[in-house]
């Protein structure tokens, strides 16, 4: 039972770029921008802002510590869009399957928008839904907006 979570966020900086480069090949500063929910990030192969580079995550949900490890299963300049894949951790322990869709789309005149989309695979239809992760995710991104606005 595929199933999809989306949540869109206002972002003030127009630099979308500058963004995106931090999910892509500045993950490891999340930790620093959003510390109350992201604690650390490592790799475990690969390199940052290469397809294929796996890394292992230590996060906070709800006031409970979890771990994820992640796959960067691509990367599209053209569209602003950056695709993760779960292959380890926590939440294979509630869901089948878990991919991470971020995508940013710059506004013509000021600031842009952040798309998340969580695609999952439940193991039955009492499995609940990620929202507290997306919470999460749309807590991240605020937090990366102010970071990014601080730099420019």
């Known amino acids: 039972m595929v199933s999809t979570l989306e949540a869109s966020v206002e972002l003030?900086?127009?630099a979308a770029l500058k963004f995106l480069e931090i999910f892509s090949t500045k993950l490891f500063?999340?930790?620093?921008?959003?510390p109350d929910i992201i604690q650390s990030l490592e790799i475990v192969s690969g390199e940052w802002g290469f397809i294929g580079l796996t890394f292992l995550t230590h996060y906070t949900i709800d006031g409970t510590a979890q771990v994820v490890k992640m796959e960067l299963a691509s990367i599209n300049l053209l569209d602003l869009s950056l695709t993760f894949k779960v292959i380890e951790g926590d939440l294979l322990k509630v869901y089948n399957s878990f991919d991470v869709i971020l995508?940013?789309?710059p506004h013509v005149l000021s600031g842009s928008v952040v798309n998340w989309t969580?695609?999952?695979e439940k193991p039955s239809s009492d499995t609940p839904d990620p929202n507290s992760l997306m919470e999460?995710?749309?807590?991240?991104?605020?937090?990366?907006?102010?970071?990014?606005s601080n730099l420019i």
């Open 136 to 148: 999460a995710a749309i807590q991240v991104s605020k937090d990366v907006d102010a970071y990014v």
């Open 29 to 34: 500063e999340l930790a620093t921008v959003s």
């Open 12 to 14: 003030s900086t127009s």
């Open 103 to 105: 995508k940013v789309t």
């Open 118 to 120: 969580f695609e999952y």
